[in-house]
């Protein structure tokens, strides 16, 4: 069974940085794409980046564009999101996402919140 376990998240002031990363166990890490979705409170969760299996296309959301990068190691399993120029926008709970063909797995979530 695939586990997602992110770290890294925290409180942090516009303008500043925080990176955050996701362990994953379970199965072949090099098979899945990953990506990192948020939920901030009242709204649905939303797409904020994703990298295949091999880490050569990345995608971002408009919203996180130029300021968010995702990579991942496949030698550690782990993928990670690199987020500067932080907004108070930005403040939600990342998930990390795991995906392959009809697989969809998620971690537990990591707390981020940018004060203005």
């Known amino acids: 069974q695939v586990q997602l376990v992110e770290s890294g998240g925290g409180l942090v002031q516009a303008g500043g940085s925080l990176r955050l990363s996701c362990a994953f166990s379970g199965d072949t890490f090099r098979h899945y794409g990953m990506g990192w979705f948020r939920q901030a409170p009242g709204k649905e969760r939303e797409f904020v980046a994703a990298i295949s299996w091999t880490g050569s296309m990345t995608y971002y959301s408009d919203s996180v564009k130029g300021r968010f990068t995702i990579s991942r190691d496949n030698a550690k399993n782990t993928v990670s999101l690199q987020m500067s120029s932080l907004k108070p926008e930005d403040t939600a709970v990342y998930y990390c996402?795991?995906?392959?063909?009809?697989?969809?797995?998620w971690g537990q979530g990591t707390q981020v919140t940018v004060s203005s």
């Open positions: 996402n795991a995906r392959l063909t009809a697989y969809d797995y």
